[in-house]
């Protein structure tokens, strides 16, 4: 049973430049939620999606958006790339039976 | 507004000795809680929850915690330490209706050989 898996591992982009990353979520899980990590922080919460739309928002900008496709896999854009948006973009997946999320490995994004 | 409190930045012990990382919270209504852990260049990993019922609650690897709804904390323990649990851990809390979680900055641990 495959867990939460994101891609790319890594990824360098430049200031300005748009990305996109991709979660596929635990098998039976129906809801994603994405959470960004900066270097010696606690994750914190971007955005969540179910059933194809964004069911709650945190406190991030617009440039900030997000994807669910029919089989719940995820993608998250971010556009106009800023060097303080270099962090670890963490995906999470949960079900309606479930309490926790569960997270991926991670994507480690670094603006320049 | 809900918060997640780790107030030391850093845990040493000693292996084979009792570990403990502390966590307070603050948000409306009773939550769930949870601890996560991290090794390096790696996502998060679940240990235990608390939704309901005992206060006392047990996880993966040995670890347990204790939920103190008086004082709002929820703190990690793990009776004898062992190398391998050197890792970053964070807690988590999380509002009955609203699934999204609120992480603390977490906490290094370092256990000594």
């Known amino acids: 049973d495959a867990g939460v898996t994101q891609s790319p591992t890594h990824l360098i982009k430049t200031r300005g430049q748009q990305v996109t990353l991709r979660c596929s979520p635990k098998?039976?899980?129906?809801?994603v939620s994405w959470y960004q990590q900066a270097l010696g922080q606690g994750p914190q919460f971007i955005f969540q999606?179910?059933?194809?739309?964004?069911?709650q928002r945190g406190n991030f900008p617009d440039r900030f958006s997000g994807h669910q496709f029919p089989n719940y896999s995820s993608e998250l854009n971010v556009n106009a790339l800023l060097l303080g948006d270099s962090a670890l973009y963490l995906c999470?997946?949960?079900?309606?039976?479930?309490?926790?999320?569960?997270f991926g490995p991670g994507t480690r994004l670094t603006v320049t | 507004a809900q918060s997640v409190a780790q107030p030391e930045d850093q845990v040493n012990v000693a292996e084979g000795n009792p570990l403990t990382v502390k966590c307070t919270y603050s948000?409306?209504?009773?939550?769930?809680l949870f601890w996560y852990v991290q090794y390096p260049n790696r996502g998060l990993q679940f240990l235990l929850k608390?939704?309901?019922?005992?206060?006392l609650v047990k996880g993966s690897y040995g670890f347990e915690a204790e939920f103190n709804k008086s004082q709002t904390s929820f703190h990690l323990k793990k009776p004898s330490a062992l190398v391998s649990d050197s890792a970053l851990y964070f807690c988590?809390?999380?509002?009955?209706?609203?699934?999204?979680?609120?992480f603390g900055k977490g906490n290094q641990v370092v256990v000594i050989p």
């Open positions: 098998s039976g899980h129906d809801t």
């Open positions: 608390y939704i309901t019922g005992d206060n």
């Open positions: 948000v409306s209504g009773n939550p769930y």
């Open positions: 999470a997946s949960s079900g309606d039976r479930d309490y926790e999320q569960y």
């Open positions: 999606y179910y059933e194809e739309e964004e069911r």
């Open positions: 988590a809390v999380r509002p009955k209706r609203v699934d999204r979680l609120a």
